[in-house]
């Protein structure tokens, strides 16, 4: 069998991160925090390299601050990076490699048996770009490392039956205020996120325009990310921020808008308007339709005659 050339490096385990970066074995083998200069990647392998853990990471400087008239900004204090197991890192990925303060290591079985552990992937954050990180105003940033620090005290401290209980209940905290600041961020960036969202009303109106859901399908989260160069879950976060809707629902509720124009203002079928949106088949768009509507196609024309 051929061997396979340029995959990327999978990390095992939070021992052998530490093993790469020249540090001993982590006090704990599921959690670890690194800081000050141990956090500098000059031993990490070269290329990209596939997580098998959660990593928070807190650079002190952020690039790419972006002004956007008066009513956007970003802060100069630095900020977090999140990325969840199964991610790559690294060149030619969405986070490459980054010297940090601080970094959180925490392996998926350390939050097993903790409500955490589902909560978890429910952080849309997990899976930003590196250009969608969370700045930190200095305040925030305070915030942050202090609970960075009290993480760094339980994990040099002895280890005893309450020493998991406090870590995760550290990391909560920690995910929370991210949660928080990062709604903080929408709202900073509220200008330029309402220039995003006309961006793509007009995607809509081009994917229907150049008749794309015949050759393409029905419009997808991903399709409208990459147009605008954002992470799928960005985007998802951004509009709720600003319609209450995710990016998801928001696509069903053009499509139920473009279904209606066309029952009400044209002659063709239900079929032939389901295949006009992109959907595979008839069905899957009379059963959309009567979900949406609460009566079918046919019924919502006839309610026009």
């Not at 690294?90 to 010297?99: K, Q, Y």
């Amino acid at each position: 069998m051929k061997k396979e050339e340029n995959l990327p490096y999978k990390m095992g385990s939070l021992s052998e991160m530490h093993r790469i970066l020249g540090l001993p074995n982590p006090r704990h083998p599921l959690v670890s925090l690194l800081n000050g200069p141990t956090t500098q990647i000059e031993n990490m392998p070269a290329g990209p390299h596939v997580l098998t853990y959660y990593k928070i990471s807190y650079k002190p400087r952020l690039s790419g601050k972006i002004r956007y008239g008066q009513s956007y900004y970003d802060f100069d204090e630095g900020g977090l990076l999140f990325a969840s197991p199964g991610q790559i890192i690294g060149e030619n990925s969405n986070h490459p490699a980054i010297c940090s303060a601080y970094v959180l290591l925490i392996h998926p079985d350390f939050l097993l048996n903790y409500p955490i552990a589902k909560k978890i992937r429910q952080y849309g954050y997990f899976s930003y770009s590196t250009n969608e990180a969370l700045h930190l105003s200095e305040e925030e940033k305070n915030t942050i490392i202090s609970i960075f620090q009290m993480i760094d005290t339980e994990l040099n401290s002895r280890i005893d039956d309450f020493s998991q209980d406090v870590i995760i209940s550290h990391i909560e905290l920690l995910l929370n205020y991210a949660n928080r600041f990062y709604k903080r961020q929408f709202l900073t960036r509220k200008v330029m996120h309402y220039d995003l969202l006309q961006r793509v009303e007009d995607l809509f109106d081009d994917y229907f325009k150049h008749d794309y859901p015949s050759s393409k399908g029905l419009p997808s989260v991903q399709y409208l990310a990459e147009q605008l160069n954002l992470s799928p879950s960005y985007l998802s976060d951004m509009l709720r921020s600003l319609t209450g809707q995710n990016a998801q629902q928001l696509i069903q509720a053009r499509l139920f808008e473009k279904a209606k124009e066309l029952l009400s203002t044209t002659t063709l079928s239900a079929s032939e308007i389901a295949f006009q949106l992109g959907f595979e088949h008839s069905q899957s768009f009379s059963k959309f339709f009567k979900v949406k509507a609460k009566v079918t196609p046919l019924q919502f024309r006839q309610s026009f005659n």
